[in-house]
């Protein structure tokens, strides 16, 4: 029920992205307005920025999950917290995507290593580090545990290359066209749009958390009945 809602409500949002006609003097409620220097480019925000979004929600769940299982020693937080990460690191991925999507259409490439393109991939290597040491330790505890600090020291340098170096640098992101005066002023349409992506988006990317952490809590009980069967 909740697959089918979710699918409905993203292929609306998906829908009217696309098809609200954009103006430059909005005129009627379903009217988007026309950005300068951005024009119809201006539709993959609805989904450049909700995964960009969503990708931090996911890296700082997994640091707070990290807390969790460092302080009580729960697999259980592990396996959250992995979840979170990996949740993470594919939105990570679709927002590297749409953002190279987006350059192609505006500086024709889709990657010239601008400031913020160069930080998202430095970050992509830092939570893909993550997944390889995970990978390589077959203890469980030990996993566990350094899965968790790396987390935490992961999520401590997202912020800085998220969202400090590309303000540090000159970067050539639409953000600065958006957001001049450094405060939220959006047509009403394109910012209810925008709003329903965000949710539509937080409930696919929750959705996919509880379905891996399932995933990982029957693969946990599964391993650990064949080490009982094992042992017996």
């Not at 697999?75 to 992995?82: F, G, N, R, T, Y």
């Not at 601008?114 to 991939?121: E, M």
């Not at 399932?214 to 693969?219: A, F, G, H, K, S």
Request: charged share 15%.
């Amino acid at each position: 029920m909740i697959r089918l809602f979710l699918g409905i409500w993203l292929a609306i949002v998906t829908l009217l992205a696309f098809v609200l006609p954009m103006s430059a003097n909005p005129s009627a409620w379903y009217h988007l307005p026309i950005i300068p220097g951005l024009e119809d480019k201006a539709r993959i925000l609805f989904f450049h920025v909700p995964t960009a979004w969503l990708s931090t929600v996911g890296f700082i769940a997994s640091m707070v999950y990290g807390i969790r299982y460092l302080r009580k020693r729960d697999p259980e937080d592990d396996i959250k917290s992995a979840s979170a990460a990996g949740v993470g690191f594919l939105f990570c991925i679709l927002a590297t995507v749409t953002g190279a999507i987006w350059a192609k259409f505006s500086w024709g490439t889709y990657w010239n290593w601008d400031p913020r393109q160069t930080s998202i991939f430095v970050l992509l290597l830092i939570y893909g580090a993550y997944f390889a040491l995970r990978s390589a330790i077959d203890v469980e505890e030990k996993r566990a545990t350094l899965s968790a600090a790396y987390a935490i020291i992961a999520a401590v340098v997202m912020p800085f290359f998220m969202f400090v170096m590309p303000r540090i640098l000159a970067s050539l992101h639409p953000q600065p066209v958006l957001n001049v005066q450094g405060k939220t002023e959006m047509n009403a349409t394109m910012l209810v749009l925008l709003i329903s992506s965000f949710a539509g988006f937080t409930g696919l990317a929750s959705w996919m958390w509880n379905l891996e952490v399932r995933i990982q809590r029957i693969v946990m009980n599964s391993l650990s009945g064949l080490k009982g069967e094992t042992r017996v």
